[in-house]
Each structure stands twice: as C-alpha cells, then as structure tokens.
C-alpha cells in the first residue's frame, strides 16, 4: 500500500471519511498502529511528559524529537509521519528551516508547530522549502505557562474569532493539516466548516475531519489521570490491537468522541 499523503488526507476530508491519527514514539507501537491502518503517526513532544515524566512539553529538544522519529520511521511503511517542532527550536524562521530538516532527514513527512498569526511567514518559508507543515492552535501547551495551565480555549467570543481568524491565516501560509486542541465543539466545526484543509481535532468533538489522541491516554496507562476528552479503548477490549481498532472505528463512525469527552 503506498503511504498515505497529504493529497490522500484532502480526499478524505472531501468524501467526508474521519481521519484517525495517534501518537507513536517506538517501533513496536508504531509497527501496530501502522499495520491498524491508522492514517497519521505523531512523534508528539507530549513524549516529554509520557515518556520523560515531565510535567509539561517544554524540556523536550529536537534531538528527543529526531530519535523517536527515526525509532516510529524504520517500522511505519503506510502512515504519514509527522514529527513536533518542540519548544524554542522554531523561534525563528532559520531554526524552523534547519530543525525541521533533521526531523525530515530522521523519516518525517511533515512537521507540527503551535501559534498563529507569529508562526505564519515561517509557515509559508517551510513550505516554499518543502517542507508540508501542520499547524497547531486552541490549547498548545507549549505556552502553558502563558496560558495558565492547560484551560479550554476560546471560550470568550473574541477568543473565538481569532483562533478561526489565525485557522485560515495559518491555510492562506501553506499548512496542509490542523490540529485544534480543547476548544468548545461549537468552535471546532465553524473552524472546520471554514478551512480546506483537514482539521484534527483533540478535546474538540466529533464535528472535526479527524481525531488524535496521546496513545499512552488511548490505553489508560499515563501516569496519574486521563484526560476528560480521551478515552481508555484497552478497557473494552483487554488487547492492544483490538483497542487500536475499537478507537479507529469508532472515529470513523463518530461514536468518537461522545459528548462526555467534549467542551461547550
Ligand atoms: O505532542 C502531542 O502529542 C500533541 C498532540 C496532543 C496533538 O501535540
């Protein structure tokens, strides 16, 4: 089968088919959910609090990023691999290109990074560079320290209507794919309804064209809670594999995430 593309992603978000996407950081997972026929892998910089025990995204580096990435690549032969820019390695644009050459060179077919309207010329950079970019906007915890802890976004009107307004920049400066992240699910479908590109939504109902999930939530296993918005597929089903197909089916079915996993 051959890899899954960001023109693939399109034709789904097209033909209204949901888009199931978990994150991955070692070969034995990624081998499981690339053989589930998951459609995107994320070596997400949450590895800093799964796998580091950290309490935030932050103390991640590129260089954690790049071996994780290399560990999911060797293994993942049909899902798009997209690795996270974590924090400060794209402060500038000459970072942004240069860290996300070594997440592409270690086996990344796209990049992840957090902000709006900041991010935008750097966003346009990359992809003139070819390098296909994901944006990230509602709660991105890499600014959990100015957002005030990990809070639902855009809640207030103004709020609101800059994430859609930042959405559509983010489109207009090349983004292939979006993640939304804790947002009232009022908000998630007025974004997705709005950008061409496929939304993926965590802790953003099930409106969006996607859903992604912190594989060690997707299981129950983080160390001390899961998440409102997630949910434990391991509970119904005893066994890794079948968790993995009873969280992709019901994604694709929208049972996925059911309103006591959604923000109002
Ligand atoms: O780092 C990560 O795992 C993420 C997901 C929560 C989307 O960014």
Redesign the pocket.
């Known amino acids: 089968m051959p890899r899954i593309s960001v023109s693939h992603l399109m034709k789904m978000k097209s033909e209204h088919q949901k888009i199931t996407?978990i994150?991955a950081y070692d070969a034995s997972f990624a081998t499981i959910f690339d053989q589930a026929g998951i459609q995107v892998l994320?070596i997400?910089?949450?590895?800093g609090m799964v796998l580091q025990g950290h309490d935030s995204?932050l103390p991640v580096t590129v260089d954690d990023i790049k071996y994780h990435t290399t560990c999911v690549a060797s293994c993942a032969k049909s899902a798009l691999i997209m690795a996270?820019l974590p924090f400060m390695s794209y402060a500038n644009a000459e970072q942004a290109y240069a860290n996300s050459a070594i997440l592409m060179r270690a086996g990344a077919q796209m990049v992840?990074l957090?902000g709006g309207e900041w991010v935008a010329n750097t966003i346009q950079g990359l992809v003139e560079r070819g390098v296909p970019v994901c944006g990230?906007l509602g709660l991105t915890?890499q600014s959990v320290n100015v957002l005030g802890g990990y809070k639902v976004q855009g809640r207030q009107q103004a709020q609101a209507d800059k994430l859609l307004s930042d959405a559509l920049l983010l489109e207009k400066s090349g983004i292939q794919l979006l993640?939304l992240?804790c947002v009232p699910v009022a908000l998630a479908e007025r974004i997705t309804n709005a950008l061409q590109v496929p939304v993926?939504g965590?802790g953003a109902g099930a409106q969006t064209d996607g859903q992604?999930?912190?594989m060690h939530d997707a299981f129950g296993i983080s160390a001390g809670f899961c998440p409102k918005f997630s949910k434990n597929f391991l509970l119904e089903t005893g066994d890794i594999r079948g968790a993995v197909a009873l969280y992709k089916k019901q994604v694709e079915s929208s049972e996925f995430p059911a309103s006591e996993h959604c923000f109002y």
Not at 44 to 47: K, P, Q, R
């Open positions: 996407c994150t994320l997400g910089d949450s590895l995204t996270d992840k957090e990230h915890p993640v992240e993926i965590i992604i999930l912190v």
